[in-house]
């Protein structure tokens, strides 16, 4: 036995510099060197994309790239469903007769090389018309000649190029977003403009005064100002009046309130004085005004529509397609869509499967965790019913689809969520708090001027009046407050934290209740290699068996010895020693037995390895009952007769979650845990990351998820925190939903914010962030009010001229935006960067 | 000074002019995507100088 160890170490190559990969340009595994080759390869993914890439003449690829890419994973997918009517029928537009355009998501898209990649396609298959990449998109438009080439032809062509092709999901409320972009970025365009040149306008008028200029000319300004201004209101300023309009037809105050006030009163002022020829035009500062509001507008509307784009992706990855058994044991692979009730569909391993129904033949294991919250797979065999959106970590198996679309299971929760979001309640934010005060403070200012004055002169009043309101104008919320969220917005999504909603930011910025869910979240959400021990092998190091349990557990399906697999992916057995392995065999649910040499190798349960009758030293045994009795799974591995190693593999606690408990905490957060999972292990989860364990609690439905956020929203601000499907319509209803990394697309779709890399690092960052982009825009509103208020007293006293109001609001405006971008970059020094920082 | 009469509104005009070729521009799609254009004139049509590895 000691000959076999020291043999397996030997076999190992020595440690040499390491070598990059011939196509992704990282390095590569030890093992996988070839000494006398100049091509090398870090995975066969790299190594057939190279291939592919040179067959086509693609080689500039590599002169055009400038960084090391991630290996691709090319799918072994045939693509044929991309041929199926069904298929053609959702995704592809029939331009005329011979020639057709789709819209394709690929996974893998980087940098500028791959769009010259890609959009050579037309010279790699004849029948390609054109290719045209959306970089930041990662969505190709490809068109082509439906009678010389197949679609699936072209799928599996940029496949092989190592871009994976999905059909583009939500295309139309894609197109809905984009016809808002464009519609919002003309409204810029024409306040621009004529903000631009109803300033030069005003500059003639201006230098005109004190009767450098005759009267005809004045007048004939005036009209041509009067025109832009209005032109300016009733365009693109008519979304100030409509959101104003639906605030007051709700009995609320939103932040367009009292820039109409401001709006109305200069507009209706300035016609009045200009068919009178006599006082005062502000059409120059109204039409300014406008064009800022809508720039901050516009910039907070991007950032988030970016957020929202890059979590669209992710729906486009969600499987698409499933195997359908037709007559004769015939596959087909067909849209998901396409799948009706009474279908047999084959679930490969590692598949999701697609619809509810029961299973007719196979047995493997199914893994619920983001239906349920449980946490182990379980065990499903003939007869069992099976639910859509569960990956398959088994065997394959065959399934006669029961229930699909809004009848399965998925789609009940999902009118849960829907409910969710339409009972949610309105929660009053900061700024439209501040609206209300504002609106207040500024009319009641405005009528005691025009009280005080009207004593004089009604004419005086009036224009002192409109003054007041004009030069009040809220234009640091209206501006500064959406650049300020956009920047910090823009920043987080570097941070891969995706917020969709600006008002999440604010929300989070303050105190309450914050629900996690378990599994996924505060856990991995899937078996994991916790424990490996090694039985009295000191002198030779732990790893000594870990080659040889990965050559035997990588013929396996079964959930554990996935787990094995990737937690030992490292680890390749010399060929040497993989040439003396034979008679590998699996007993299901119990272990695998192989002979090495002339040894037998048992690697399994604790009753399999029994059975065998192998004895198991004590320490050994003691070390397993203690990991049974804290809910984790045992696996021994014996050579020749004697157990030698012991791995336990339970749902693995995150690294940080522990860490990210502490720090809400500290944050002024009451936590609590909600899961579906036991009871039992919900408490021992919340031990273990620091929340009291009646804090903490299971066996909970996504009902009763959904009532808890109900219950505790009335009298707190709530977050929820989750990543399954049954987290959803809590994370809907919640005051800010926050999916975490891997979850399901329902609680994608739910959640105010996703988080994009894994733990629960990332959900501080996040409160940190808010909490100090709240601070700026507090700062900013405080300058802005000492603006308003030197304003304001030069109105009500008569001392504000309209040159005044026209060079006043545009450097208040410009301090205010400043301040904002300085703050921000503040924060982003401050704000710790990694996992690393944690105390 | 007359002139003004009739070189105001042209000016105006002439800006209403490159406005509405924004909005041309606009409508047809030609800001829906602003990161890849500026890469895709980069590109040579047929690269000359082939590395051989």
Not at chain 1, 562 to 578: I, K, N
Request: proline letters at 5%; a neutral charge; charged letters at 20%.
């Amino acid at each position: 036995m000691t000959t076999l160890a020291t043999e397996i170490l030997a076999a190992s190559p020595p440690a040499t510099a390491p070598v990059p990969c011939s196509h992704c340009g990282q390095d590569v595994p030890r093992g996988l060197v070839e000494v006398e080759s100049q091509l090398q390869f870090c995975c066969a993914g790299c190594r057939a994309v190279y291939d592919a890439i040179h067959a086509c003449g693609l080689e500039a690829y590599y002169r055009l790239r400038n960084a090391a890419v991630a290996p691709p994973k090319p799918s072994e997918s045939t693509f044929e469903s991309f041929d199926a009517p069904a298929f053609h029928k959702l995704f592809v537009q029939q331009q005329s007769q011979t020639v057709a355009s789709v819209d394709l998501m690929l996974e893998g898209v980087t940098c500028a090389a791959c769009v010259w990649l890609i959009e050579r396609l037309p010279h790699v298959l004849p029948g390609v018309i054109e290719a045209r990449l959306s970089l930041r998109q990662a969505i190709v438009r490809v068109t082509w000649n439906t009678r010389e080439l197949s679609l699936s032809r072209i799928g599996r062509t940029l496949n092989g190029l190592g871009y994976t092709p999905h059909p583009a999901k939500g295309l139309p409320r894609k197109q809905l977003a984009r016809i808002e972009v464009r519609k919002r970025l003309i409204d810029l365009a024409v306040a621009g403009a004529i903000a631009g040149n109803a300033m030069l306008v005003a500059c003639a008028l201006y230098a005109g005064r004190g009767g450098r200029m005759e009267d005809s000319y004045r007048e004939f300004f005036r009209w041509i100002s009067a025109v832009l201004g209005i032109l300016s209101l009733a365009w693109p300023g008519a979304g100030f009046f409509r959101g104003a309009i639906a605030a007051v037809r709700l009995r609320t105050v939103n932040f367009d309130v009292p820039i109409v006030l401001g709006l109305l009163a200069g507009g209706v002022a300035g016609i009045v004085n200009v068919i009178l020829n006599r006082g005062e035009v502000y059409f120059d500062s109204l039409s300014v005004l406008v064009f800022l509001l809508l720039v901050g507008r516009f910039l907070q509307f991007r950032q988030q529509r970016r957020a929202d784009d890059a979590v669209e992706l992710l729906f486009c990855l969600a499987p698409s397609t499933c195997r359908t058994v037709r007559q004769g044991d015939r596959i087909e692979e067909m849209p998901i869509e396409a799948v009706v009730s009474g279908d047999l569909i084959e679930v490969l391993s590692g598949q999701t499967i697609a619809a509810d129904g029961v299973v007719e033949s196979g047995q493997s294991h199914v893994l619920q965790a983001l239906l349920t919250g449980e946490a182990e797979p379980v065990p499903v065999g003939v007869g069992d019913k099976v639910y859509g959106g569960v990956p398959n970590q088994g065997a394959s198996l065959r399934i006669r689809v029961s229930q699909v679309g809004a009848d399965s299971r998925v789609g009940r929760l999902m009118r849960v969520v829907e409910r969710g979001v339409a009972e949610k309640p309105a929660i009053v934010q900061f700024t439209d708090r501040i609206a209300a005060r504002f609106v207040l403070v500024v009319t009641l200012a405005a009528a005691g001027t025009f009280a005080y004055w009207s004593r004089f002169d009604v004419a005086a009043a009036v224009d002192h009046a409109v003054a007041l309101l004009i030069v009040c104008c809220p234009c640091v919320l209206g501006l500064a407050t959406p650049v300020t969220l956009a920047v910090a917005i823009g920043r987080l999504a570097r941070r891969d934290i995706l917020v969709k909603s600006g008002a999440a930011i604010e929300k989070l910025a303050r105190r309450g209740q914050i629900l996690l869910d378990k599994t996924g979240t505060l856990t991995f959400g899937q078996l994991r290699l916790v424990c490996w021990h090694v039985e009295g092998f000191a002198s030779t190091g732990d790893e000594q068996f870990k080659p040889l349990v990965a050559a035997l557990e990588r013929q396996s399906q079964h959930p554990v010895a996935r787990a094995f697999c990737q937690a030992l992916a490292a680890f390749e057995l010399p060929a040497a020693q993989s040439a003396l392995l034979h008679d590998v065999k699996e007993q299901p649910n119990g272990g695998i037995r192989a002979m090495l040499g002339s040894q037998a190798v048992h690697v399994g349960s604790p009753a399999f390895v029994n059975r065998a009758g192998i004895s198991v030293p004590p320490s050994l045994a003691r070390l397993q009952h203690e990991l049974e009795q804290v809910g984790t799974t045992v696996v021994l591995v014996a050579v020749d007769g004697n157990a030698v190693a012991l791995a336990g593999f339970g749902d693995q606690i995150r690294d940080d979650s522990r860490w990210a408990v502490h720090a809400l905490h500290e944050l002024d957060w009451d936590e609590q845990i909600l899961s579906g999972d036991s009871q039992s292990v919900v408490r021992k989860v919340a031990r273990a990351v620091g929340i009291d364990p009646s804090r903490a609690t299971g066996e909970m439905t996504p009902e009763a998820k959904l009532a808890l956020v109900r219950e505790y929203q009335g009298r707190c601000l709530t977050v929820m925190v989750g990543d399954g499907v049954n987290d959803a319509a809590a994370l809907a209803a919640a005051d800010v939903g926050i999916a975490v990394h891997g979850g399901a697309e329902a609680s994608l779709a739910a959640a105010d914010v996703y988080i994009a890399s894994p733990g629960l690092t990332p959900l501080v960052h996040l409160v940190t962030a808010a909490r100090k982009t709240m601070r700026t825009i507090r700062v900013n509103l405080a300058i802005s009010l000492v603006y308003n208020l030197v304003a304001a007293a030069l109105a009500a006293t008569g001392k504000m001229s309209p040159l005044i109001c026209a060079i006043l609001m545009p450097v208040s405006s410009a301090t205010v935006l400043s301040l904002a971008m300085a703050s921000i970059r503040r924060i982003d020094r401050k704000t710790p960067r990694n996992a690393e920082d944690k105390p | 000074m007359s002139v003004l009469y009739i070189v105001l509104p042209l000016a105006i005009v002439m800006a209403g002019v490159a406005l509405t070729a924004f909005i041309l521009s606009v409508r047809k799609g030609q800001f829906d995507d602003l990161d890849t254009p500026p890469l895709r004139m980069l590109f040579d049509d047929e690269p000359n100088d082939r590395r051989k590895d």
